[in-house]
């Protein structure tokens, strides 16, 4: 049996990538103690691999693809010029470890700094983990700075191991708690899922990586939203209908009763609480919410 390898990021990423799989229609086993998880899809062997390796396995081709962000591209590609001709993007993925949305690395001083603006820190040492990239976004200002890589709790380093950070952020609430503050954004990232281009070339590995892209790019569209279904007499149609949100169109069909017909809708899950009462006002009834899993655009 044909199998495609398929890299699955470890760390920050990992219970959330685990949980879009689930939602996409896979089933991911994942050991604390195997770097090896089990996948209901035979044709699927799936690998655990640190975020920020994951470009350079799928760019050598010991990967067909995997799941990245597109920092660690970035930061990939800023020391193997080559890289980008070997990976290909097949899907962008908008989650994140606490939230559906997009991450940023930020540049961020202490509070108390007198640093204002990048050009400020001509001269100055700069801690971060995605130290191509850093170094590559002060070339771009001309600003010159010693980057160091950081092996971690970066937030604490300034001003004593280094007058500022370059880190990744979510909501800021670490950085704030840390008393720095933010000078600049460095970059956004999401999650990627990118394939090895002579990977591609095989006709079957790419059928099996248009399926899986698919898949995961629905189950991403059908965050945060949820269905509605509801009946409305003929005669109230037009006010229910005026206050519906919807992803294109509702869905408007006949009942059995010819007075009366049946709506479904898509709808953002934060407006129900607030649509449900005025729905009920313009003489909706029967209304029902259910959630989504994949929403195939």
């Known amino acids: 049996m044909r199998t495609l390898k398929l890299g699955l990021p470890k760390g920050s990423l990992q219970e959330a990538t685990v949980q879009l799989f689930a939602r996409a229609g896979f089933t991911v086993y994942a050991s604390a103690r195997s770097y090896f998880p089990a996948i209901d899809d035979a044709e699927i ?10 470009a350079r396995y799928v760019a050598d081709g010991v990967l067909d693809a995997g799941l990245t962000g597109v920092d660690w591209i970035a930061e990939h590609a800023a ?12 899907a962008d993925l908008v989650y994140a470890k606490q939230s559906f949305g997009k991450v940023r690395w930020v540049l961020a001083v202490p509070e108390t700094s007198s640093y204002q603006r990048p ?6 040492t700069i801690a971060t983990e995605l130290v191509r990239a850093t ?8 600003v010159r700075v010693n980057v160091e890589f950081s092996w971690g709790a970066t937030e604490v380093k300034p001003p004593t191991l280094a007058d500022a950070i370059v880190e990744v952020t979510e909501t800021g609430s670490s950085l704030r708690a840390n008393r720095l503050r933010i000078l600049d954004t460095v970059l956004e990232s999401h999650t990627q899922l990118v394939a090895n281009a002579a990977a591609l070339e095989d006709e079957w590995k790419r059928g099996k990586l248009d399926c ?26 037009d006010g229910v209908v005026s206050v519906l949100p919807a992803l294109q169109r509702p869905t408007v069909s006949p009942l059995s009763d010819a007075d009366w017909v049946a709506i479904n809708t898509i709808v953002d899950e934060r407006a129900v609480r607030d649509l449900i009462p005025r729905l ?3 003489r909706a009834q029967g209304i029902v919410e259910y959630p989504l899993n994949k929403i195939v655009m």
Do not use: H, T, W
């Open 280 to 282: 009920k006002a313009a």
């Open 79 to 90: 020391g193997d010029p080559n890289a980008r001709g070997r990976l290909v993007p097949l």
């Open 135 to 142: 170094e590559a976004y002060f070339a771009r200002l001309g």
């Open 119 to 124: 050009a400020d820190l001509e001269g100055a």
């Open 212 to 237: 899986l892209a698919l898949l995961l790019k629905s189950a991403i569209e059908a965050q945060g939203r949820v269905g509605l279904m509801l009946n409305v007499r003929r005669c109230d149609l």
């Open 45 to 54: 062997e799936c690998m655990l691999i640190r975020a920020q390796e994951m």
